[in-house]
């Protein structure tokens, strides 16, 4: 079984930074993609960004430029390095491991919340 522990989170002004991490335990194969995914309040939960085992990365348009996924294969782990926060980026944010359609899976959600 897989288990993916987010930590990071946290309470930041407009314009500073957050890095998250995602731990992922249990047998993780090359074939997953891991990635981050947000919600915000009385908001559908989106994509953020994803990346494969061989480094390709996929981001959402509001985050591009601003967010940089990236994930350590040995470590099992994948990192969201958030600069140029704004207010609308307050969300919870999920890990997210990915196999097929039927096979994936979803940590427990950090709160990032960006106010002065």
């Known amino acids: 079984q897989v288990q993916l522990v987010e930590s990071g989170g946290g309470l930041v002004q407009p314009g500073g930074s957050l890095r998250l991490s995602c731990a992922a335990s249990?047998?993780?194969?090359?074939?997953?993609?891991m990635g981050w995914y947000r919600q915000a309040p009385g908001k559908q939960r989106e994509l953020a960004a994803t990346?494969?085992?061989?480094?390709?990365?996929n981001y959402a348009d509001s985050v591009k430029g601003r967010f940089t996924i990236s994930r350590d294969n040995a470590k099992n782990t994948v990192y969201l390095q958030m600069n140029s926060l704004k207010p609308e980026d307050t969300a919870v944010y999920y890990c997210h491991l990915y196999y097929t359609i039927l096979n994936k899976y979803w940590g427990q959600g950090t709160q990032v919340t960006v106010s002065s």
């Open positions: 249990g047998r993780i194969l090359s074939s997953a993609v």
């Open positions: 990346i494969t085992s061989g480094g390709s990365t």
